[in-house]
């Protein structure tokens, strides 16, 4: 973030690999998770610049076409001007953003600064990454496919917007990615000096989660989020028996949702706010005191 007089611009810039096979889709799915960040952080993206890596030898130039086609899909229906970009060649498809936004300085959300008693509010399902990796491995359904691409390309947009409805009652934002929920929680936390409980019925998963959890569908980055946090994660007795569980809730997610803290008194307006926007949000838990570390509830 970088202040500039009564404005604050707020830069990023995030690229991957294909995560579905339909170049428009991964296009559009590339472009809402770089569009993330600068909603996570409360500002309007205005401005962004292609990063596309590609095999030049290997894909023609329609595939190539259409990535673009599904990024600046994404980025009309975010308000963005496309100013250009950059390729080179590469041997695996890389596609992304690099982003500008703009908020006033005193909107700026941060991914610290939450407090105990705080409300953790979610708008997207966990499991991106487990049905990610079965397309991968073909043992998707054609149904499951369509759902997670469907919430992968879905802008966080909507769900910010609904969030400023509240004001200075929204503590922390951050956008749950690569590091799953718990990674990024942590994040929070750490920064915060507070704990939190999740309860685990609570969390939204995507429909196919636990059946490709069930048949170890794990990225391997899952399976580096939980241990990086392990000795900070407090299981319930009654869960401890499902290995899936912890995995589930470290799930390496691509453009996943918002989480926010919010005060108590703000979640009735937050959540009508965030129905009313179409977003489907879940309260999956509550920041409380003590040294940063997880419990998760039935």
């Known amino acids: 973030m970088y202040r500039l007089g009564s404005r604050a611009l707020v830069f990023t810039a995030d690229f991957f690999g294909p995560v579905v096979d339909d170049p428009f889709d991964y296009g559009r799915i590339a472009a809402a998770n770089a569009l993330s960040d600068v909603y996570a952080m409360g500002a309007r993206p205005m401005l962004a610049l292609n990063l596309l890596g590609y095999p030049a030898k290997v894909l023609g130039s329609r595939v190539i076409a259409r990535i673009l086609a599904g990024g600046a899909d994404a980025c009309r229906e975010a308000g963005v001007t496309i100013g250009g970009g950059h390729t080179v060649d590469d041997a695996e498809p890389k596609f992304g953003l690099a982003v500008i936004g703009v908020t006033s300085p005193k909107k700026v959300w941060r991914n610290v600064g939450a407090r105990a008693g705080d409300i953790l509010v979610l708008t997207k399902p966990l499991g991106i990454g487990v049905v990610t990796t079965a397309i991968k491995r073909k043992l998707a359904r054609a ?3 369509r759902i997670a691409t469907r919430v992968m390309s879905t802008l966080n947009r909507a769900a910010a917007e609904a969030l400023h409805q509240v004001g200075g009652s929204v503590h922390a934002v951050t ?3 690569g590091y799953g929920l718990l990674g990024h929680l942590f994040e929070m936390l ?3 000096g507070v704990a939190a409980t999740l309860r685990w019925s609570a969390i939204p998963m995507m429909p196919a989660a636990r059946r490709l959890a069930a048949l170890d569908c794990f990225p391997g980055g899952s399976r580096a989020n939980l241990e990086s946090v392990a000795r900070k994660l407090v299981i319930h007795s009654a869960l401890r028996g499902d290995p899936t569980v912890p995995l589930l ?8 949702g918002l989480l926010a803290a919010l005060a108590p008194r703000a979640v009735r307006k937050a959540m009508a706010a ?3 926007a179409g977003v489907t949000a879940s309260i999956i838990g509550e920041i409380r005191e003590g ?6 509830e039935p």
């Open 249 to 256: 809730l470290a799930d390496a997610q691509t453009s996943g």
């Open 274 to 276: 965030l129905e009313g």
């Open 190 to 192: 750490d920064g915060s």
């Open 143 to 145: 149904a499951e496919i």
């Open 291 to 296: 040294r940063p570390r997880v419990l998760v």
């Open 175 to 177: 956008d749950v990615t």
